[in-house]
């Protein structure tokens, strides 16, 4: 028998983005729900419960809603929302992270999947606790450029408005209350004692992310050179499919935020010298960062190739 998949939120930018890369597939059935109804609380609870796995492809508050309707002992979730990335009983969804975490997804039943910004911060920093090169404690400074498509459809219509504010057009800084709706998942998920000072930057175009973290070297434990940090990096992704590390100082000499658009590919890229070093996470905030992210985590979790849909 085939897994039976229903995506709640089917209408918006993450849930049409799994729907595309789910309908090719023949291994398992998607469940859709009538058109008129995809908001009835009652006819949602139905599909809900009827299906082995749901993603939830929703603001918060529906998320939290929809996962209070499951009665199923045997329905799977994958939440793409913000709701409950730190929330007990809930696995992160980031299986690269580590082989614990790759085995808490395979068995879970609630997935939280990564925040966009997030999947960058933590992919260059997670290891490098791991590794002993950033203390837990350490100041740490990252900002993020992303596409309009990270605020969803919301964002997306004001940003291809024809009569929209003509400063569209420029790049804008926000977060700036430095409270980012990702920083709680930052700190939990890399064990940090404090949130990074962190600003995410929002670009004209739609699609694709660069989260850069800071780092002075001689801040750090045993003052390791960029050469050195970027070592670790490639050693830690090493075989991974989805996750990797460029040449030191990148494939190219500028980093184009939308490089990876269209993939599930997270690239970092480790630059600098002795005395600083960033580190760039590159990828598509619908891809790595939300849509693709969450069809790998189904795989895992259905015991499906990890590559499944996402070539
Ligand atoms: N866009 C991105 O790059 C990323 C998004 N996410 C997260 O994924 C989730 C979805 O975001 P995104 O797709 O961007 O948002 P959108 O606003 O594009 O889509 C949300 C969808 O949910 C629907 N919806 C809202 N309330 C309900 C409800 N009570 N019952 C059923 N459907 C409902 C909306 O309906 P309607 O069409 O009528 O508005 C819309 O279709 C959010 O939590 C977001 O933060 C995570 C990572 C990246
Ligand atoms: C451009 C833009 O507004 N992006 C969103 C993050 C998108 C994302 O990752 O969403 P969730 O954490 O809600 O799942 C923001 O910065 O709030």
């Known amino acids: 028998m085939k897994p039976v998949i229903f995506i709640d939120g089917r209408e918006g930018t993450t849930g049409l983005q799994i729907y595309d890369r789910l309908t090719p597939r023949q291994d398992i059935e998607l469940l859709l729900i009538d058109e008129e109804k995809r908001k009835d609380p009652a006819e949602r609870k139905k599909c809900l419960n009827a299906a082995d796995l749901v993603f939830l492809c929703l603001p918060d508050e529906a998320a939290r809603e929809a996962v209070a309707m499951i009665d199923n002992p045997n329905t ?26 790759r085995a808490r997804i395979v068995c879970s039943k609630r997935v939280a999947n990564p925040g966009c910004h997030a999947s960058g911060f933590i992919a260059s920093v997670y290891p490098l606790v791991q590794l002993g090169l950033i203390p837990p404690d350490h100041p740490l400074c990252a900002y993020s450029l992303t596409g309009y498509s990270g605020g969803g459809k919301k964002l997306i219509a004001e940003y291809q408005d024809p009569h929209r504010d003509p400063r569209h057009a420029s790049a804008r800084i926000y977060g700036t ?12 998920v890399c064990g940090l004692a404090a949130p990074p000072v962190f600003h995410p930057i929002l670009g004209d175009y739609i699609q694709g992310m660069a989260t850069t973290v800071l780092l002075r070297n001689d801040t750090l ?9 970027h070592q670790a990096l490639s050693s830690y992704y090493a075989g991974q499919t989805f996750v990797s590390v460029a040449p030191f ?9 939308d490089t990876l658009v269209g993939t599930n590919q997270l690239r970092l890229i480790v630059c600098g010298h002795e005395a600083q070093t960033t580190v760039t996470a590159l990828f598509d905030n619908l891809g790595k960062g939300a849509s693709g992210a969450a069809v790998q985590n189904m795989n895992l979790m259905l015991g499906f190739a990890e590559t499944a849909g996402l070539e």
Do not use: C
């Open 177 to 188: 209350n430095l409270h980012h709706k990702h920083l709680p998942e930052m700190v939990h």
């Open 249 to 257: 100082g990148g494939d190219e000499p500028v980093i184009y935020s």
């Open 76 to 101: 799977r979730v994958i939440d793409a929302s913000t709701a409950h990335r730190t929330a007990p009983g809930w696995d992160y969804g980031f299986p690269e992270l580590s082989p614990h975490h």
């Open 221 to 229: 434990p045993g003052r390791p050179t960029a050469q050195e940090i």
